[in-house]
């Protein structure tokens, strides 16, 4: 097959490459794709036309081999060293060259079962990921693109970029998109899918949905038109010409150009076309419509995490929004103070999630930057800074520095130390407050205090709190040294004082503040582990579902003192042999919840506490080594979470345990 399609191709190369603009640099890629998922042979030529002195490399990965290459004209060149191809056009001139590769790829599942491992091609579906090395990397040079797509006829593809041609013929489907606009990367996603398509305005809406979940085309069309509006009026127009949900047999959560391509076995869960969608549809402005300057910072997750999951917990919530979208900023701040200090960084410094640590920095950290930083410049001046930034840079390549003077020149102030206390400081502003006194006045009441911050200063805007007979007074006070102290005049008389209630300020919680998660252990350098059981499957269970839950060394004893020990544990197991482990560590036996719902029945329990020492625990109480397998790829995913039942599989029940008492709150006399 790739001999066949390789030659036919070649044989035509001239005639395909088209004349490039005179004078001006500029990068075409013309691609063919052709797939056999039964087999999982996978060929593609690739026909690039650069116009200038342009540089590319890529790393093929080890499913695929040069088949051959054909360079048309001086200028272009080929190399390869340490496993690494370098192409090279040199010279103010029109370059072409002909790659053609090929190569068998694993199925979905069979090498590590995530989209990161590689390219992948099956009958339940096909996938080259944009990061996978089967096209040039042209580095920070953007580029067009032409890409055709040949599959079985029971199969269907799809890639980003506009819709050019589609026929079903001679028992193949062949699909072509292009994009005339600047891109800095490709992918394409096949599989047996049902297509159903919809106009929205100019927007041309389509699902590529596999069989058994075909019915949920209709809903996330819908939905998906929701938040295409919401963010063209809040950013300005949608980017591209049409917008596609494709379903993946990978456990994925992507957002392409264009596209959200998003694991099957999710797609019926409520919060993945509530929230998870919407995150994937942002990302058409933040991320695919104005690139990232890595080199400055990846600010576009946190501010996609704002504009979306947490903008949707404003919509959602009790009070306007207040009950969860205080819960999850409280979230953001109890995972940061469960952050390792040597896993720490600055915001600036975050490229991408690799695990925990960097979404606590990249995700969390950054999006409360923003939720402080319209508190500051108000709603309608940011919202201001966001069409502007969007205006002056779509399509290009954008940093922090470029966010920050989109939202000086809508603010006509200046925000550089805003910006550079918590872009580009670890750690996080720890306050105290004291002396707290009232007293009445001839016009009412004055209530005087102190807060004092730890060394170096930030400049901070703090809300406090004053709760009076008559209701409930906010206030904001500014806190740019160490230590300032402050007096307030009330008409009614105080009764408690309290400073930032609701955590709109990115600060480190008082031990007190943190109620106690398993990401507590998930995130620490080194854990100890140990299990309560005498069964091999069960301690096999266990090893695997603790590698794959925490993020440090884990250290796997048989025994061990409470005297000794000294650093985050984690113990699993069940009946006597548990309770026995559970005393020797003087850790208490099973607690109840608020609720009393972890009572009930079920085949494994997880939950949080503390040793005597002060040092985290996660207790896994499984009746055996199956309800850990159930469980291993799950758990991680809920790291903000205190105490989990799960009964065949599923989650029961779940909570977080209540925090101790607030230092930052003061009952007045």
Request: proline share 7%; hydrophobic share 40%; no cysteine.
């Given at each position: 097959?790739?001999?066949?399609?390789?030659?036919?191709?070649?044989?035509?190369?001239?005639?395909?490459?088209?004349?490039?603009?005179?004078?001006?640099?500029?990068?075409?890629?013309?691609?063919?794709?052709?797939?056999?998922?039964?087999?999982?042979?996978?060929?593609?030529?690739?026909?690039?036309?650069?116009?200038?002195?342009?540089?590319?490399?890529?790393?093929?990965?080890?499913?695929?081999?040069?088949?051959?290459?054909?360079?048309?004209?001086?200028?272009?060149?080929?190399?390869?060293?340490?496993?690494?191809?370098?192409?090279?056009?040199?010279?103010?001139?029109?370059?072409?060259?002909?790659?053609?590769?090929?190569?068998?790829?694993?199925?979905?599942?069979?090498?590590?079962?995530?989209?990161?491992?590689?390219?992948?091609?099956?009958?339940?579906?096909?996938?080259?990921?944009?990061?996978?090395?089967?096209?040039?990397?042209?580095?920070?040079?953007?580029?067009?693109?032409?890409?055709?797509?040949?599959?079985?006829?029971?199969?269907?593809?799809?890639?980003?970029?506009?819709?050019?041609?589609?026929?079903?013929?001679?028992?193949?489907?062949?699909?072509?998109?292009?994009?005339?606009?600047?891109?800095?990367?490709?992918?394409?996603?096949?599989?047996?899918?049902?297509?159903?398509?919809?106009?929205?305005?100019?927007?041309?809406?389509?699902?590529?949905?596999?069989?058994?979940?075909?019915?949920?085309?209709?809903?996330?069309?819908?939905?998906?038109?929701?938040?295409?509006?919401?963010?063209?009026?809040?950013?300005?127009?949608?980017?591209?010409?049409?917008?596609?949900?494709?379903?993946?047999?990978?456990?994925?959560?992507?957002?392409?150009?264009?596209?959200?391509?998003?694991?099957?076995?999710?797609?019926?869960?409520?919060?993945?076309?509530?929230?998870?969608?919407?995150?994937?549809?942002?990302?058409?402005?933040?991320?695919?419509?104005?690139?990232?300057?890595?080199?400055?910072?990846?600010?576009?997750?946190?501010?996609?995490?704002?504009?979306?999951?947490?903008?949707?917990?404003?919509?959602?919530?009790?009070?306007?929004?207040?009950?969860?979208?205080?819960?999850?900023?409280?979230?953001?701040?109890?995972?940061?103070?469960?952050?390792?200090?040597?896993?720490?960084?600055?915001?600036?410094?975050?490229?991408?999630?690799?695990?925990?640590?960097?979404?606590?920095?990249?995700?969390?950290?950054?999006?409360?930057?923003?939720?402080?930083?319209?508190?500051?410049?108000?709603?309608?001046?940011?919202?201001?800074?966001?069409?502007?930034?969007?205006?002056?840079?779509?399509?290009?390549?954008?940093?922090?520095?470029?966010?920050?003077?989109?939202?000086?020149?809508?603010?006509?102030?200046?925000?550089?130390?805003?910006?550079?206390?918590?872009?580009?400081?670890?750690?996080?502003?720890?306050?105290?407050?004291?002396?707290?006194?009232?007293?009445?006045?001839?016009?009412?009441?004055?209530?005087?205090f102190t807060l004092i911050q730890e060394a170096p200063a930030y400049s901070l805007s703090v809300?406090?709190?004053?709760?009076?007979?008559?209701?409930?007074?906010?206030?904001?006070?500014?806190?740019?040294?160490?230590?300032?102290?402050?007096?307030?005049?009330?008409?009614?008389?105080?009764?408690?004082?309290?400073?930032?209630?609701?955590?709109?300020?990115?600060?480190?919680?008082?031990?007190?503040?943190?109620?106690?998660?398993?990401?507590?252990?998930?995130?620490?350098?080194?854990?100890?582990?140990?299990?309560?059981?005498?069964?091999?499957?069960?301690?096999?269970?266990?090893?695997?579902?603790?590698?794959?839950?925490?993020?440090?060394?884990?250290?796997?004893?048989?025994?061990?003192?409470?005297?000794?020990?000294?650093?985050?544990?984690?113990?699993?197991?069940?009946?006597?042999?548990?309770?026995r482990a559970l005393a020797a560590a003087e850790l208490p036996a099973r607690p109840e919840s608020?609720?009393?719902?972890?009572?009930?029945?079920?085949?494994?329990?997880?939950?949080?506490?503390?040793?005597?020492?002060?040092?985290?625990?996660?207790?896994?109480?499984?009746?055996?080594?199956?309800?850990?397998?159930?469980?291993?790829?799950?758990?991680?995913?809920?790291?903000?979470?205190?105490?989990?039942?799960?009964?065949?599989?599923?989650?029961?029940?779940?909570?977080?345990?209540?925090?101790?008492?607030?230092?930052?709150?003061?009952?007045?006399?």
């Open positions: 097959m790739i001999g066949r399609l390789a030659a036919a191709l070649l044989a035509s190369l001239l005639a395909l490459f088209l004349p490039g603009p005179a004078g001006a640099q500029s990068i075409h890629m013309d691609i063919e794709v052709r797939f056999d998922p039964q087999s999982g042979e996978v060929a593609l030529v690739e026909l690039l036309q650069v116009s200038g002195e342009a540089v590319a490399t890529f790393r093929l990965p080890p499913e695929l081999s040069l088949k051959s290459m054909k360079i048309d004209g001086p200028g272009s060149r080929l190399s390869r060293e340490d496993g690494v191809w370098t192409l090279r056009f040199e010279g103010a001139i029109d370059h072409r060259m002909a790659l053609v590769f090929g190569g068998v790829l694993a199925a979905p599942g069979e090498s590590g079962g995530g989209a990161v491992s590689g390219p992948v091609s099956g009958p339940e579906g096909s996938y080259l990921p944009s990061f996978g090395g089967w096209y040039p990397d042209f580095g920070d040079d953007p580029f067009t693109y032409t890409l055709a797509i040949d599959v079985p006829e029971g199969q269907r593809a799809v890639a980003p970029g506009r819709l050019v041609g589609e026929t079903a013929e001679e028992g193949r489907y062949r699909v072509r998109f292009e994009a005339d606009w600047p891109a800095e990367d490709m992918t394409v996603m096949a599989g047996p899918y049902m297509i159903d398509e919809k106009p929205h305005g100019d927007i041309i809406l389509r699902s590529y949905f596999h069989p058994e979940i075909a019915d949920l085309s209709a809903p996330y069309l819908d939905a998906s038109a929701g938040y295409l509006d919401r963010y063209e009026a809040l950013i300005g127009d949608y980017p591209y010409p049409a917008f596609s949900v494709v379903s993946s047999p990978l456990p994925v959560g992507l957002g392409f150009a264009g596209i959200a391509y998003m694991g099957k076995r999710v797609l019926r869960l409520p919060f993945i076309r509530g929230r998870s969608l919407g995150h994937e549809v942002l990302h058409n402005w933040w991320g695919n419509g104005v690139f990232v300057d890595y080199e400055g910072g990846n600010w576009a997750e946190g501010l996609t995490t704002f504009m979306a999951d947490y903008a949707y917990a404003e919509d959602a919530g009790d009070n306007g929004g207040d009950d969860l979208s205080r819960a999850m900023r409280l979230r953001w701040l109890t995972d940061f103070a469960a952050l390792p200090a040597q896993s720490d960084a600055p915001v600036r410094a975050f490229a991408g999630r690799v695990r925990g640590a960097s979404q606590v920095t990249g995700y969390d950290k950054a999006a409360m930057l923003f939720v402080m930083l319209r508190d500051e410049i108000g709603a309608g001046v940011f919202n201001d800074g966001i069409r502007r930034f969007w205006r002056d840079n779509r399509f290009k390549r954008a940093d922090w520095g470029d966010l920050r003077e989109a939202f000086e020149a809508a603010s006509g102030r200046g925000l550089k130390p805003f910006f550079s206390q918590w872009l580009d400081r670890t750690g996080a502003p720890k306050l105290r407050i004291k002396s707290v006194k009232a007293a009445s006045t001839d016009t009412g009441y004055r209530v005087g809300p406090v709190v004053v709760e009076t007979e008559a209701g409930p007074r906010e206030f904001r006070v500014p806190l740019d040294d160490r230590i300032e102290r402050y007096s307030l005049d009330l008409e009614a008389r105080p009764t408690a004082l309290e400073i930032d209630p609701d955590a709109r300020l990115f600060r480190r919680l008082d031990p007190g503040e943190v109620p106690l998660v398993l990401r507590h252990v998930m995130l620490a350098p080194k854990i100890t582990l140990t299990v309560a059981s005498d069964d091999p499957a069960m301690t096999a269970a266990a090893e695997t579902l603790v590698d794959r839950l925490v993020e440090g060394e884990v250290e796997k004893v048989a025994r061990f003192s409470a005297l000794l020990f000294d650093r985050p544990l984690v113990i699993v197991g069940s009946g006597l042999k548990l309770g608020p609720d009393g719902k972890f009572a009930g029945r079920g085949e494994l329990r997880v939950w949080t506490t503390r040793s005597p020492r002060g040092f985290p625990v996660i207790v896994i109480e499984a009746e055996s080594p199956e309800a850990l397998e159930a469980v291993t790829r799950r758990l991680p995913h809920y790291g903000a979470k205190s105490y989990l039942l799960f009964d065949a599989g599923e989650l029961v029940t779940s909570g977080i345990w209540p925090p101790g008492a607030n230092p930052l709150r003061v009952e007045l006399p």
